[in-house]
């Protein structure tokens, strides 16, 4: 397939990086540990704080304790803001991205929503996940709150009556959040390697249509695992981000993504590789102009720690930590924390 290049210019736009260069982007990780262990949570966040200046606080609504009666103030008060606070308490800004759809499965809706006979499509659940973004917000006060995940990918696989309740859930939890915090910065986020027509294969799509269905958009969430796809990180074009803004000021933040480590699910991969990627990225992320970039696991996941249906679902994206479950750092925490050595200037839109 042919790659586009940005227009007007004649060498890479994401070239080299320069020692001392500014990053204008905040970088950071979320809490999920190695293991599903308080104590593997405490250690997460104490390791990742020292190489990050962000945190984000990502997936779906706790959808079985909604449904059993737990109210959603009561729930985020009790589990998400004291997680919050712990990020502050590190010195670390927080972003929120809640998720409506399958984290796991864009095809299908939530696995707790279809183990109790639910669906999003429901007014009760929408409900219920608008409730849950406004407590979020209101209790947790997140520079960014992200309501939608992936819009693209969602639209590509699943169902028009799923997206249509995505789409429309998303909407009315922005119009919610908004009445109540006239500062935080709305998002959604697009799947980039399915914006260029690589996931599904085909011709690039961009994200024209994800702009116009969540109209609410003020920072553009990015997900993006090119390993699945791409055949090393110096295949990714050098307009592999900033494309899909082009023409826009609409800044853009990494949420989710990385590069495997080891061979999984078919994908032959190494440390170096990893490494690679990561310096790769810091290129792509400058010339994007981007505001943020997270890695959801700042340590590789302990797969046997897992119930096996589990374990074989996040299998593809258990090796994408800078660390293993050890905490025993990989070559790519070096090129990390390379990038988070540069000085921080603003400038992207976001605090």
């Known amino acids: 397939m042919g790659l586009a290049f940005a227009a007007g210019c004649g060498s890479d736009p994401a070239g080299p990086v320069t020692p001392g260069q500014p ?18 949570v405490i250690e997460t966040v104490d390791r990742m704080a ?20 737990v109210v959603p103030a009561d729930y985020v008060a009790r589990e998400r803001k004291p997680l919050a606070d712990f990020f502050r308490a590190k010195g670390l800004r927080v972003w929120v991205y809640l998720d409506p759809a399958n984290g796991l499965d864009r095809s299908g809706e939530s696995a707790m929503l279809v183990a109790a006979g639910r669906s999003i499509t429901e007014p009760a659940i929408q409900l219920l996940y608008r409730q849950f973004a406004a407590a979020l917000d209101t209790l947790v006060r997140p520079d960014v709150m992200g309501l939608a995940v992936e819009t693209n990918l969602i639209r590509a696989l699943s169902s028009p009556t799923l997206y249509a309740a995505v789409r429309q859930v998303a909407a009315d939890a922005a119009a919610d959040v ?3 915090d006239a500062n935080v910065q709305l ?45 090393a990180p110096e295949s990714l074009p050098p307009d ?42 810091a290129q792509l ?32 994206f258990s090796r994408l930590g800078l660390v293993d479950s050890a905490f025993t750092a990989r070559p790519a925490l070096q090129a990390w924390d390379a990038t988070f050595a540069r000085p921080r200037v603003g400038g992207a839109g976001v605090p």
């Open 178 to 180: 908004r009445a109540l």
């Open 187 to 231: 998002s959604a986020s697009v799947q980039v390697e399915t914006a260029w027509g690589r996931l599904p294969v085909g011709a690039y799509q961009g994200v024209d249509t994800d702009f116009a269905d969540f109209p609410f958009t003020q920072v553009l969430g990015l997900s993006s695992y090119p390993y699945f796809v791409w055949a």
């Open 240 to 281: 592999y981000y900033s494309r899909l803004v082009q023409g826009r000021t609409t800044p853009v933040a990494m949420i989710e993504g990385g590069w495997t480590s080891e061979n999984v699910s078919g994908v032959t991969s190494s440390p170096d590789a990893q490494r690679r990627y990561l310096a790769r990225q």
């Open 23 to 40: 990053r204008m982007y905040r970088m950071g990780f979320s809490a999920i540990p190695p293991r599903p262990e308080l104590a593997a």
């Open 285 to 316: 992320l400058d010339a994007a102009r981007s505001a943020a970039v997270f890695q959801l696991t700042f340590a590789d996941l302990q797969l046997t720690s897992l119930p096996p249906d589990a374990a074989a679902g996040i299998l593809p």
């Open 50 to 69: 020292q190489h990050s200046d962000v945190a984000l606080i990502f997936g779906e609504p706790p959808w079985d304790s909604l449904l059993a009666g």
